[in-house]
């Protein structure tokens, strides 16, 4: 992956950074890093979901509205802004941290920080990453997730009921 170079902090469960590292270091050693993910709602209370490009980590998978790593020094808010207006060319929205959640999958460890915002207006796609994406009734949402399609692991763990539902 072209973002293997990314240096990120790494940090230990209490997320205490204790020092950094390349992002290929980092998975190859099962190091703990850092990752944000936004869950962006229109003002109907649909949910923003993104389709990923066949260049990115989980090809063709259902991802949240916007999420990476967090680099090295970057705070997780700063990380979510970027990978907003990156991803989907979302700028200058309010923004809440929800929670802060310890994953795991494939025998590596992750701390996802998950945010949501309210915006309608997603514009701007980078197809270098995003294939495409849609607005989501909840009832969709769960559907996506009890179902056949291809959901991120991540999506999948930290997408919870209270998320989903809070207003």
Do not use: W
Request: proline fraction near 2%.
């Amino acid at each position: 992956m072209a973002n293997d170079d990314l240096v990120v902090d790494i940090v230990n469960i209490k997320d205490e950074v204790i020092r950094t590292a390349t992002l290929r270091e980092a998975r190859e050693k099962r190091l703990i890093y850092r990752i944000v993910q936004i869950l962006i709602f229109d003002k109907s209370g649909r949910l923003y979901l993104q389709k990923r490009s066949n260049n990115v980590r989980y090809p063709g998978y259902i991802m949240a509205s916007a999420g990476g790593h967090v680099d090295a020094g970057e705070t997780y808010e700063i990380a979510a802004r970027r990978e907003l207006a990156e991803e989907i060319g979302v700028i200058d929205i309010p923004i809440e941290l929800v929670k802060v959640s310890i994953f795991k999958h494939d025998e590596h460890t992750r701390l996802v920080a998950t945010f949501r915002g309210e915006t309608d207006d997603v514009c701007n796609l980078n197809h270098k990453e995003v294939e495409s994406g849609r607005f989501y009734i909840i009832n969709e949402v769960i559907e996506l997730l009890n179902g056949k399609e291809n959901i991120s692991p991540i999506l999948l763990q930290t997408l919870t009921p209270d998320i989903i539902k809070k207003k």
